[in-house]
């Protein structure tokens, strides 16, 4: 028996050599410091990002809007949350509109010529003449249209402005002899010509039925 052999052991149970065999203990105290430490470095983090969303939230900065919003993608509203359908002008027939043109400026036969291609696209030619001398030249627009509140409501100035682009129109309530849709066309400084008569026609279809701007497509987006 040897010498290391504790007393009372014998047999094949024996402790041979020079030294006792040591039972390690688990180095849980070092684990659950490494954990605590990760757990008050998150609970950290978190409570400093919220604390910067609050201070933006109260200074008035607002997150940039994605680029869906920002290209007009954002997702369709509801039919009850659409915006009103687009309403349509009324117009009036060419035949029921007599146009007075005159003329104010320097080209001469400026009047007669519009005159005739007015009359040929089937409005009522009324005087044709050079401008007032309170008008003469005084219009830099392409035209300008004159007449009383009937002729406004009744589309008199919506079925020739669509002839003449860029128009500008002034109501003259003190007109109480005119009729409800006689119109004077005053020729300014910016005309050079009649719309053709398929843009005139486009002009007024789109007046008359006009359609809601289409929504985006994904493709467009």
Known sequence: MSMLTP????????????RYPRMRRRRRGRLRIVLGGLAAVTALGLLSWGTLQLVNV?????????????????????ASASAAPVRAVKVA????????????TKRTGLAQRTADQLKERGFTIGAVDNAPPELDGQVKAAGLLIGTPDAEAAGAFTVLGAHLAKTEH????????????????????????????????????????????????????
């Open 93 to 104: 027939q060419p035949a029921a509109v007599t146009v007075n043109v005159l003329n104010a």
């Open 170 to 221: 002034r109501v003259d309530a003190a007109r109480e002899g005119d009729a409800a849709t006689s119109v004077d066309l005053v020729i300014g400084q910016g005309f050079t010509a009649l719309a053709t008569p398929a843009e005139a026609a486009r002009t007024v279809t789109s007046l008359v039925s006009p359609k809601p701007s289409p929504e985006p497509t994904p493709a467009d987006c």
């Open 58 to 78: 109260f200074a008035g900065n607002t997150p940039p809007v994605d680029a869906a919003h920002a290209a007009g993608c954002a997702p369709r509203p509801s």
């Open 7 to 18: 007393p009372g052991i014998g047999g094949e149970y024996r402790v041979t050599g020079d």
